[in-house]
């Protein structure tokens, strides 16, 4: 039996010519020449569906715009990257970790000037950590490029910035380029100084200088491993200066967390946790923070400290006091003031408790070059920051004001990722835009 439209024809169907059985002659009805024109017709429909489809399947296998941002954040270093534009294709949203440059500014200036040279509208910026979501930054494309181009001033648009806290939730799709399971090696310079004369017993007298090795793996979201391997090219003993599991947590819109446990510092074994609150524009950090932990030869105790600092917008200036019952099981308070200079800075401290009081000084300076390797499964390069400590402690031994130390990137990204410290360098993110945007892609691309 026939199949499809041929089934239900007629042997004297209109469309197809007729024979006579009587006559053997071929004959047609006297509008013949219409089948003909339908039939024409129909071909040119037919043609016309098919190159509209070979267009249609032409558009859709070119890279959205988002595939093409992701593309290039990738070829820059930028890790954990995921896109979304929303549907009225106004607003496209990033969420980027920024291994790739020594400071956060350099970073977001960067990105920033990458997404708003390929895209119009509004962009909303998310800065990650480990994986985990530290901040919301909101900014029009129209307004960074003028801002790059010196028609607007960094006044106007650290108006039209607007950086808050945002929340921890992560979209659904995986990120791209990943940071899970790679390893970072660090180099970096040490100095010890030991002024005090006579020193205690088994304390190095003297100064000396050290080579630091560090290993951090980040091992899933908010989960990171570091070990670092002192080598005294003196006197003391070779030693594993930290060895301490960290994990790190988001607690709602403003909240964050951090636990950790191994070797925290140079011989202090324990473990210590942190939780802390940060004001929408991150001028005002309270917090609390408990460990059990102890040096050599000590009873371990728990202590505890309850925290509060103090960063007026637009300044890299903060006010820390804080107070507690610290390792030794003396009691007491401390005072800080930590003034930066982009990446230097320099903090005075003085902590006072049942049994000693201290002062310090704290120095940091960046080391390294801005721009780093592209992290990969394993990558090599100098450490971010060399700090250095004074400390003048009465009475000895040197043990009184005491505790854990969280002082880590995931606590630096917690102080960093905030209106109050973003709008007091948005020259910087400027500069750094210029400079490395700019620059042809061969040039860029020779530095490493």
């Known amino acids: 039996m026939p199949s499809g439209d041929a089934a239900e024809r007629s042997p004297n169907s209109p469309d197809r010519p007729s024979i006579d059985p009587m006559q053997k002659t071929r004959n047609r009805r006297p509008n013949s020449r219409w089948p003909s ?12 569906g098919l190159l509209c489809a070979c267009a249609g399947m032409a558009s859709a296998e070119e890279p959205p715009i988002t595939q093409h941002i992701l593309s290039l954040l990738e070829a820059e270093g930028f890790e954990n990257l995921h896109a979304e534009e929303d549907a009225e294709k106004r607003v496209l949203t990033i ?17 920033l000037a990458l997404v708003s040279r390929e895209y ?15 901040a919301r930054i909101e900014v029009s494309a129209a307004d960074y490029r003028a801002f790059l181009r010196g028609e607007l001033e960094g006044a106007e648009f650290s108006s039209r910035m607007r950086v808050m806290p945002t929340s921890p939730e992560s979209p659904s799709a995986s990120a791209r380029n990943a940071s899970a399971g790679r390893v970072d090696i660090q180099f970096a310079p040490g100095l010890r100084v030991n002024l005090a004369t006579p020193a205690p017993p088994g304390v190095f007298t003297g100064a000396e200088v050290r080579a630091n090795t560090s ?11 570091e070990g670092t391997y002192v080598y005294p090219l003196s006197n003391s003993k070779p030693t594993f200066s930290r ?21 925290l510092s140079h011989e202090l074994d324990g473990i210590a946790a942190q939780v802390s609150y940060l004001s929408d524009t991150g001028s005002h950090h309270v ?19 309850l925290f509060y600092a103090w960063r007026p917008t637009g300044t890299d200036l903060t006010a820390t006091i804080s107070g507690g019952r610290y390792l030794r099981g003396d009691q007491g308070y401390s005072f800080s003031i930590h003034n930066g200079f982009a990446e230097n800075g320099i903090e005075f401290f003085y902590t ?9 000084v704290v120095f940091t300076v960046p080391l390294g070059w801005m721009r780093q390797p592209r992290p990969g499964p394993v990558r ?26 969280f002082y880590d990137s995931y606590q630096t990204a917690i102080r960093r990722w905030t209106s109050a410290y973003l709008r007091a360098y948005v020259g910087q993110m400027r500069e750094a835009g210029r400079r490395w945007v700019s620059e042809p892609e061969d040039a860029r691309q020779a530095i490493f």
């Not at 969420?95 to 990105?111: I, K, S, T």
């Not at 960290?246 to 636990?259: D, I, K, M, P, S």
């Not at 000895?396 to 005491?402: S, T």
């Open 37 to 48: 024109a339908i039939r024409a017709g129909w071909r040119w429909v037919l043609t016309l």
């Open 95 to 111: 969420r980027f970790e920024n291994r790739r440059y020594r400071w956060e500014v350099a970073g977001l200036g960067v990105l």
């Open 120 to 134: 119009e509208g509004q962009l909303v910026v998310i800065p990650l950590h480990t994986g985990l979501p530290m």
């Open 215 to 225: 290993l951090a793996v980040q091992l899933g979201k908010g989960l990171a491993f």
């Open 243 to 263: 060895i301490a599991g960290t994990w790190n947590a988001r607690l709602g819109r403003n909240g964050y967390f951090q636990f950790q446990g191994g070797r």
């Open 287 to 305: 917090g609390a923070s408990v460990a059990q932990a102890s040096y050599p030869g000590w009873k371990r105790t728990t202590s505890h400290q």
């Open 352 to 360: 006072t408790t049942t049994l000693s009081r201290t002062t310090g």
């Open 380 to 405: 090599v390069h100098l450490k971010n920051a060399f700090g250095f400590v004074y400390t003048d402690e009465r009475p000895y031994p040197l043990d009184g004001g005491l505790s854990a130390p």
